[in-house]
């Protein structure tokens, strides 16, 4: 633990290492969220066998902090979209998304929850769950094996390494506002383009109404 939290601008007389730790707020802050992540307990497809044999003991990424996944979106501190997203599930994923609280973070895992995968131009699949919600690490893979959800986890814990109390967003003096959660309608719609929606149907509906005009004429 010294090793991790010494901060190297101040050298520690030999005498007194191992007995005292000079370092920063940061460090400390971020060694205790990078070591005890308590990722959401639900799986998509095919992605979601693969995060659970991650958690046997063969691959047991327990070794990290991460063993306990909870049920309750209220205790976690990591999404793992393991899977496909379909049109009919992202509200749902959106809606667990802004019932974890600050500070939360969210692994794509698997080709599909990245970008789609071999069902990207299918009429019920979404292309890329980033397209509704934050995604701080991409895991590939059709199905990605256990090695490399424990390479993205590990990939997470530097990202938090880097952090400053300073500068992230749970922190801020600007409220968080939740993500809106898009609608299952005729198509998925999304809240935040709601106004380019309705300019795209004016546009079509004043060409409909011109086409029997010229017609007429």
Same mark, same amino acid.
Not at 38 to 57: D, K, N, V, Y
Not at 72 to 85: A, E, Y
Not at 103 to 121: D, I, Q, R, T, W
């Given at each position: 633990?010294?090793?991790?939290?010494?901060?190297?601008?101040?050298?520690?007389?030999?005498?007194? &290492?191992?007995?005292?730790?000079?370092?920063?707020?940061?460090?400390?802050?971020?060694?205790?969220?990078?070591?005890?992540?308590?990722?959401?307990?639900?799986?998509?497809?095919?992605?979601?066998? &693969?995060?659970?044999?991650?958690?046997?003991?063969?691959?047991?990424?327990?070794?990290?902090?991460?063993?306990?996944?909870?049920?309750?979106?209220?205790?976690?501190?990591?999404?793992?979209?393991?899977?496909?997203?379909?049109?009919?599930?992202?509200?749902?994923?959106?809606?667990?998304?802004?019932?974890?609280?600050?500070?939360?973070?969210?692994?794509?895992?698997?080709?599909?929850?990245?970008?789609?995968?071999?069902?990207?131009?299918?009429?019920?699949?979404?292309?890329?769950?980033?397209?509704?919600?934050?995604?701080?690490?991409?895991?590939?893979?059709?199905?990605?094996?256990?090695?490399?959800?424990?390479?993205?986890?590990?990939?997470?814990?530097?990202?938090?390494?880097?952090?400053?109390?300073?500068?992230?967003?749970?922190?801020?003096?600007?409220?968080?506002?939740?993500?809106?959660?898009?609608?299952?309608?005729?198509?998925?719609?999304?809240?935040?383009?709601? &106004?380019?929606?309705?300019?795209?149907?004016?546009?079509?509906?004043?060409?409909?109404?011109?086409?029997?005009?010229?017609?007429?004429?």
């Amino acid at each position: 633990m010294n090793n991790q939290l010494n901060s190297t601008e101040y050298d520690i007389p030999p005498d007194m &290492e191992g007995q005292v730790a000079i370092t920063t707020l940061d460090k400390v802050y971020n060694w205790s969220r990078r070591n005890s992540i308590w990722p959401m307990m639900f799986g998509l497809a095919c992605c979601g066998i &693969e995060m659970i044999c991650a958690a046997t003991s063969r691959f047991d990424f327990s070794r990290f902090g991460m063993e306990v996944m909870r049920p309750s979106p209220r205790q976690s501190d990591l999404m793992i979209v393991s899977g496909t997203v379909t049109k009919k599930m992202i509200p749902q994923i959106v809606r667990l998304y802004n019932q974890m609280p600050e500070p939360k973070y969210v692994l794509a895992m698997g080709a599909c929850a990245s970008g789609g995968g071999p069902f990207k131009e299918g009429y019920s699949v979404v292309d890329g769950v980033d397209k509704f919600i934050p995604v701080d690490v991409y895991v590939p893979g059709c199905p990605p094996t256990p090695q490399a959800l424990l390479h993205g986890l590990i990939t997470l814990q530097k990202k938090i390494d880097h952090q400053s109390i300073k500068n992230v967003r749970w922190y801020s003096k600007e409220q968080l506002e939740p993500v809106p959660v898009p609608v299952l309608g005729p198509d998925l719609m999304d809240p935040r383009e709601y &106004e380019l929606i309705k300019e795209i149907s004016a546009e079509k509906l004043a060409d409909e109404q011109q086409e029997p005009e010229a017609e007429q004429a």
